[in-house]
């Protein structure tokens, strides 16, 4: 059974920074891709970035810039540096999986087939 746990989450001000992680346990093949979403009360689940175990990497335009995703194949860990962090930013962050699917349609699609339990981002203007 593949599981992710999510780590990181936390308050900033804004311009600040902070870093989520997700591991993944339970995978059954070598390839993945691993994608932080984002959905906010009333919203739609935005992809805000994704990368998979090749280290093709895809954003979300609203994070290009400011954020930066790296995973650890040693771990199976995939980490989310957020720098620049906005008010908008506040939300909270999830990450998913999917064993099959590229990286752009795993953003854009809105997440894969296993979740992690998400984790809160708070930025303070």
């Known amino acids: 059974q593949v599981q992710l746990v999510e780590s990181g989450g936390g308050l900033a001000h804004t311009g600040g920074s902070l870093t989520l992680s997700c591991t993944a346990s339970g995978l059954f093949s070598d390839y993945y891709v691993i994608g932080w979403f984002r959905q906010g009360s009333g919203k739609e689940r935005e992809g805000v970035s994704c990368?998979?175990?090749?280290?093709?990497?895809y954003y979300g335009d609203s994070v290009k810039g400011r954020f930066t995703i790296s995973r650890d194949r040693a771990t199976d860990t995939v980490y989310l540096q957020m720098n620049g962090l906005k008010p908008e930013d506040t939300d909270v962050y999830y990450c998913?999986?999917?064993?099959?699917?590229?990286?752009?349609?795993?953003?854009?699609?809105?997440?894969?087939?296993?979740w992690g339990q998400g984790t809160q981002v708070t930025v303070s203007s």
């Open positions: 990368i998979n175990s090749e280290g093709s990497v």
């Open positions: 998913s999986l999917n064993p099959h699917w590229p990286v752009r349609p795993m953003c854009e699609m809105g997440g894969g087939n296993y």
